[in-house]
């Protein structure tokens, strides 16, 4: 079985059912699931070794994770479609038709083929300016969020969509409440929040406050994965300090969970990363938010000087934009004038396709950095409307 040649699903699928994995309590397959490395972000094996070992690559590793994880949900549930077309009709439910990265796969017409390449297209977009770290740490970490949003398809399909961005965006409130916390905080930290600030309120006109988000996350896996999603954030060189543990223990009384899930959370990162340090590109920073940060910063000059010729052609034709940039460059711009510009920011990105990443879970983030960086990486597009700093 190869997840990188067509048919592999049909050849995972059929073997799993041999392996009556779906038995599996719930709670203990997310254990398995997060021992893997599946939620970390970073897939050191497949989960529970149903797939036998062979030389697979992270990708691979991932796209069977992820595959692995809806298949279990879908058995748990016990849904009457089946499930490759089930899990297509949700992609397609959760998907922005206007700007869906998904949009020009659709015309497949056969299910199993379609469904690779969802996959396919959802953990890996474009080899060339997707780096590791930023892909471990952001979008890959991020894709239990499409399963608990399968999970919540398969019981009531509606609404569905404000379900998956509503528990995106009480996830992002929470993890970097932690950060927000801290007595002091570094320039990377300060940054990291500021980037979650201006893109959470872009996608929900406010922002979403901790007791709003605490409101969102009521199902046991939901309050399992934003656990360690908390502890992802926080360690710091095998460290969880007392402010995060104290967040920790608030979360704990909040989502009325028990004293041994938070434990057993931060016991299970420090142990994962003290046996893959080496494989875990990410852990060769200290700090996660520094890591994030420098990643996104290198990924926005890369997308914004391969597509530049585009982007001037783009740019060009919206006189506001090129307004707000500019003005970017001299001062803060306002909660409306960040909205006004990252909605024309990303109608320009459905027109060209590497820029798909803005529409992913977590890549509203880079668009602070896209919007600091575009005046500066562009200057013919700004020749007319640049205002002289030394004037």
């Avoid at 990188?4 to 203990?28: D, H, P, Q």
């Avoid at 009457?80 to 869906?100: C, H, M, N, V, W």
């Avoid at 009480?170 to 927000?180: C, N």
Wanted: aromatic share 12%; net charge neutral.
């Amino acid at each position: 079985m190869n997840p990188s040649a067509s048919g592999w699903i049909k050849k995972l699928l059929k073997e799993v059912s041999e392996t009556m994995y779906s038995n599996t309590e719930t709670t203990v397959f997310y254990n398995n699931l997060k021992h893997a490395g599946f939620i970390y972000g970073s897939n050191i094996k497949v989960v529970l070794d149903i797939v036998k070992p062979f030389e697979l690559s992270e990708e691979e590793r991932c796209k069977i994770n992820l595959l692995l994880t809806f298949y279990f949900i879908y058995n748990k549930e016990n849904p009457k479609a089946p499930f490759t077309e089930s899990l297509i009709k949700y992609y397609k439910s959760i998907g922005d038709q206007k700007r869906s990265f998904f949009e020009d796969l659709f015309s497949d017409k056969s299910a199993d083929s379609l469904l690779e390449k969802i996959i396919h297209k959802r953990i890996h977009i474009d080899d060339n300016f997707i780096t590791k770290s930023f892909n471990y740490f952001l979008i890959n970490a991020l894709l239990f969020v499409d399963v608990l949003g399968y999970q919540r398809f398969l019981q009531d399909e509606k609404q569905i969509k404000n379900y998956v961005k509503n528990l995106e965006s009480a996830l992002e409130t929470i993890v970097f409440s932690v950060i927000e916390n801290k007595t002091e905080k570094s320039a990377y930290d300060k940054n990291l929040v500021k980037l979650f600030e201006d893109s959470i309120r872009h996608k929900n006109a406010k922002l979403v406050t901790y007791n709003d988000a605490i409101t969102i996350i009521k199902e046991p896996l939901e309050k399992l994965y934003i656990i360690d999603l908390v502890c992802m954030a926080s360690w710091t060189d095998k460290i969880i300090d007392n402010e995060e543990r104290d967040f920790l223990n608030q979360l704990k009384t909040d989502l009325n969970i028990d004293r041994a899930v938070i434990v057993r959370s931060v016991n299970d990162i420090n142990l994962f990363y003290d046996e893959h340090k080496e494989k875990v590109a990410f852990l060769s920073s200290k700090n996660l938010a520094q890591s994030f940060y420098t990643n996104s910063s290198k990924i926005v000059y890369k997308l914004i000087t391969r597509n530049s010729k585009r982007l001037i052609k783009e740019l060009s034709e919206s006189k506001e934009a090129l307004y707000l940039l500019t003005q970017s460059t001299q001062r803060n711009l306002t909660d409306e004038e960040q909205k006004k510009i990252q909605m024309q920011l990303l109608d320009i990105f459905k027109s060209i396709p590497s820029l798909a990443i803005f529409m992913l879970p977590g890549g509203m983030l880079l668009l602070p950095l896209f919007i600091k960086f575009i005046p500066r990486l562009l200057p013919s597009a700004f020749d007319d409307n640049r205002i002289d700093e030394d004037a």
